[in-house]
């Protein structure tokens, strides 16, 4: 497999060797008709944005020569663009980068990363970093794809991360293609443009084409069907990369499946391995953690605190660490505190981080990140606006104590309502629409008096019981007065608890749960939580079987809790001697989250043992036996009797069953010596199920006038396959005791 991706790599780029010859063609007699690449400008232009691109990096388009995609694009956004020479960008200082909104790392038509972009990678990523500039990479080859032409859809993906990439204001971005190269030159520039200088590795993925948009971006257009179906829609991939980053697209069908958030188009989960990544604000990511809010504005120097909640399938999902990055704004880089301070999610899937403006007004971009149960990452980001102008901001927490447990439950609320804007409120008072009432305690911090001063915390507390089992979201709204008389805007905030009953449904089969003795029985308990509160320690007693053993849960996860909706499976073998009906019982036990005892479940199994069989005997153990056979005398075959051994005896010499199928005389005699053996052996006991068999053997031999072994016998073909069948159905009871 290996051999033929590397066949069709080459095969790829040998056949674009002869497009880009002849498209160069073009370009030098462009760029000398035009006086050759423009000069970069000393300084950023205020209108329009500027835009420097690294020609070794990029080849003439095939609709717009000598111009690249990248360059007819990033017109299309509205820049000016400048086109420098290797050299002359290994050349340029940290300031004459920083004179660029945008720096533009091209693909060279599925090519290596040119020299001149690492030569000089210090300078010019120093100058995207220092000014704090978005920063977009494409490990893939949309130029290529595109055909070089510059209207084709696959293009979009240019456009729109050349767009992101110089949207920062005064701030020099990062538009890099890393094209076909996925090597230590490709991670080196990424390092080079993160926070942390590190985290990236690559691969080369095993031609994936099946390609997720998983974050949306304002203004982009970029859909999943420009992405796919490029042959390989990706040749660099990446297992990890620095946390100030997010994926905006992934190969759902790459080998590697270390990504997992919703498809912005379909709306559903798809996993895969990123190859377009993106750093700055303004992304949206949809997974399994949030963070809230999602947006926020403060006074500068202040401090701001988000919520990431992790789900599991909708339910909160504890014992997550959740890694927290400033990936952009006036704070990049800035660290704060978790809480808990272990960065951990608690059990309602909830882990809180704080940090301090200290970079002072704009907005910054906070990524939170974890790695869920399939060891993939999911992401989620939120933004917050750093303000020098005085506003009325107050927030409003709620949380329960408990969140969780059976009913009856009593729940404390404790809410906070915090003042982090400038304006001094009175009157303030939290109404809560499922508990009253709502009572004030000793602010924290605060000075205890009527006037919620900025910087000040005031502490509610409300007890509720709930009495019945659900999940219960109530929401509290705090209100005040601003220092001119008008109301300041409600703040609302909510907890959810759930409310648990206790209830399982135990049951208990038997297998066989009839037979002769001895028998032995398996019993099988199936333990089912139908309720809503997990239970711990459950066992199972009983009061015949032991042990009691569990095997695999059907549904379930094999550990020590049973959850609801599981089922615990147990077994137990026990072997009965003696004939008789046993009705035996089963006890569960369980303890609850309280640590209280569930309720026992019962349930029982009834099992009859008969006496045991009778060993069926074959007709040559009749014919050698007299005796035995002589004191089951008379038996009738048909309307003839055999009332001595003799009479028996002849009756089994004349069996000759291997003949029986062509020889009328031996298939008469053979269903007689099977006819005689099968009654003797019911006379001694054995199943009776041959019974229907036997009697329509009788019948037929009185059809046939049997008159004993000496009889001589006229049969149809019918009659021949009639008394065939008889004797195989007699013969294989007479040999195994069961009956066909």
Not at 229 to 244: G, I, L, Q, R, V
Not at 334 to 349: M, R
Request: proline residues 6%.
């Amino acid at each position: 497999m290996q051999g033929a991706r590397s066949w069709l790599l080459e095969e790829h780029r040998r056949s674009k060797r002869l497009s880009i010859w002849a498209v160069a063609c073009i370009a030098i007699l462009g760029a000398a008709l035009t006086g050759g690449f423009m000069s970069p400008p000393g300084a950023h232009a205020a209108d329009p944005p500027t835009a420097l691109i690294n020609g070794d990096t990029v080849i003439p388009s095939s609709d717009q020569p000598p111009k690249s995609d990248e360059q007819i694009q990033a017109e299309a956004n509205g820049f000016t663009v400048t086109v420098v020479d290797g050299t002359t960008w290994d050349a340029m200082t940290e300031a004459q980068f920083r004179a660029y909104d945008v720096l533009i790392v091209g693909d060279p038509f599925c090519s290596s990363i040119a020299p001149s972009v690492t030569a000089n990678l210090a300078t010019w990523t120093k100058a995207v970093m220092d000014s704090g500039g978005n920063r977009f990479t494409v490990g893939s080859d949309p130029v290529w794809h595109s055909g070089l032409d510059s209207t084709n859809a696959r293009n979009h993906i240019i456009k729109d991360g050349i767009a992101f990439a110089g949207a920062q204001t005064g701030a020099t971005g990062a538009y890099v293609d890393t094209s076909c190269e996925a090597s230590s030159n490709n991670t080196d520039i990424l390092n080079a443009l993160s926070l942390s200088g590190t985290g990236w590795t690559v691969e080369t993925p095993a031609c994936a084409g099946n390609i997720g948009i998983v974050a949306s971006v304002p203004g982009f257009v970029t859909t999943d069907a420009d992405l796919s179906n490029w042959f390989c829609s990706s040749h660099a991939d990446y297992p990890s990369w620095a946390s100030d980053w997010v994926p905006f697209a992934i190969s759902a069908d790459a080998p590697t499946q270390n990504y997992c958030a919703t498809d912005i188009e379909t709306k559903t989960q798809v996993c895969g391995e990123p190859y377009i990544l993106l750093a700055g604000p303004g992304v949206t990511i949809i997974s399994d953690i949030s963070l809230s809010p999602a947006s926020a504005t403060n006074p500068v120097g202040t401090s701001h605190t988000v919520t990431a909640t992790v789900l599991k399938d909708g339910s909160p999902l504890s014992g997550k660490t959740v890694t927290f990055t400033i990936s952009a704004g006036p704070n990049a880089g800035a660290s704060g505190t978790c809480a808990p301070l272990t960065c951990v999610t608690d059990s309602n899937g909830h882990v809180t981080f704080t940090y301090a403006d200290t970079g002072g007004a704009g907005t910054d971009t906070i990524v939170a990140q974890f790695t869920d149960d399939s060891g993939r990452v999911q992401q989620a980001t939120a933004s917050k606006t750093w303000s020098t102008e005085t506003e009325v901001h107050t927030t409003l927490t709620k949380t329960a104590d408990p969140t969780s447990g059976v009913a009856p439950l009593t729940v404390t609320y404790t809410y906070h309502e915090a003042n982090d804007g400038t304006e001094p409120l009175t009157g303030v008072a939290v109404t809560d629409d499922m508990c009253s009432p709502v009572t004030r305690g000793p602010d924290s911090p605060g000075d205890n008096d009527a006037t919620l001063e900025s910087g000040e915390t005031w502490t509610f507390t409300c007890t509720h019981t709930f009495t019945t089992a659900g999940t219960f979201t109530n929401t509290a709204t705090a209100t005040g007065t601003t220092s001119t008389g008008a109301p300041a805007p409600e703040e609302r905030a909510t907890a959810t608890v759930t409310v648990t009953e206790v209830h399982t449904t135990l049951t208990k089969t038997a297998s066989p749960a009839s037979g002769p003795a001895p028998l032995t029985v398996t019993y099988t308990y199936q333990e089912t939580n139908d309720g809503t509160e997990p239970l711990t320690g459950v066992t199972l007693t009983d009061d015949t079987c032991s042990p009691v053993a569990r095997g695999p849960d059907s549904p379930g996860n094999g550990d020590s809790t049973l959850e609801p909706g599981e089922t615990w499976t147990f077994t137990c073998t026990h072997t009965f001697t003696a004939a008789e009906t046993f009705t035996n019982s089963v006890t569960a036990t369980g303890t609850m989250s309280t640590g209280a005892p569930a309720p026992e479940e019962h349930a029982s199994a009834t099992v009859t043992v008969t006496a045991a069989a009778v060993q069926v005997r074959s007709p040559g153990y009749w014919k050698n036996h007299q005796a035995a056979t002589t004191a089951l005398l008379p038996q009738t075959l048909g309307s003839f009797t055999v009332s001595d051994s003799a009479t028996a005896k002849a009756i089994f010499d004349a069996m000759n069953c291997s003949n029986s199928s062509t020889s009328t005389q031996n298939a008469v005699g053979c269903l007689a010596g099977q006819l005689l053996a099968a009654k003797l052996n019911v006379a001694i006991g054995a199943s009776a199920c041959i019974a229907p068999t036997i009697a329509a053997a009788d019948a037929f031999l009185i059809s046939i006038g049997y008159t004993g072994p000496t009889g001589t016998y006229t049969l149809t073909a019918d009659q021949r396959a009639t008394a065939i069948s008889l004797k195989s159905t007699l013969d294989a009871y007479n040999n195994t005791g069961t009956c066909l």
